[in-house]
């Protein structure tokens, strides 16, 4: 088939790298509410600046959706290691019915896996030292964002074919740490 720009690429296509939605905004808003990179990146920064390592918080978390098979066995690992992980679950729609973020109700520093009860901002991402990247079911635009946190970036590597643009630019052991499988998440 042709090649095509696409937000994510992978050795099975010759599609070309290219950024994705939040450097290039729709004009109608989002379904995923991922506010412009121009205006997200810098209060990640101000966000990650504004807490020390001392300060945050010794949990490895992933918030979001859960559907893929890979994010299951991180939300399985969570689960079984409430003392080194926190997994949220959310999925796109939830924040029309889910008000409060996990700070505000007590939840954001209890391991374990959580389901539909709160949500996390980016920014309150960057609270925690260790920030989980894992294969979605399709594509997820969220790698950039925990980079930014100063937090380190566990990437599990089972299932992540796709990768985003700027990805080949990034060293494993220099710019986040990786783990085969989720299940090799608490020992890290």
Known sequence: PPPLFSSTVNRANLDLPWPDFSFFMPRKPHKLRTPPWSKLHPQMIAESASVTWEDKLELAIHTGNVGSPFRKRLAKAAAANPGEMLVNELFIGDHVKISSTCRQLGLHDKGGYQQHKCYMTFQEQCSYKYLLNSASIGYANKFKYLLLCG????????????????????????????????????AL
Do not use: C, R, W
């Open 151 to 186: 937090s380190v970036v566990i990437y599990v590597q089972e299932g992540m074919v796709n990768k985003e643009f700027y990805e080949y630019g990034l060293l494993p052991g220099v710019h986040y740490v990786t783990v085969p499988t989720a299940n090799d998440v608490p």
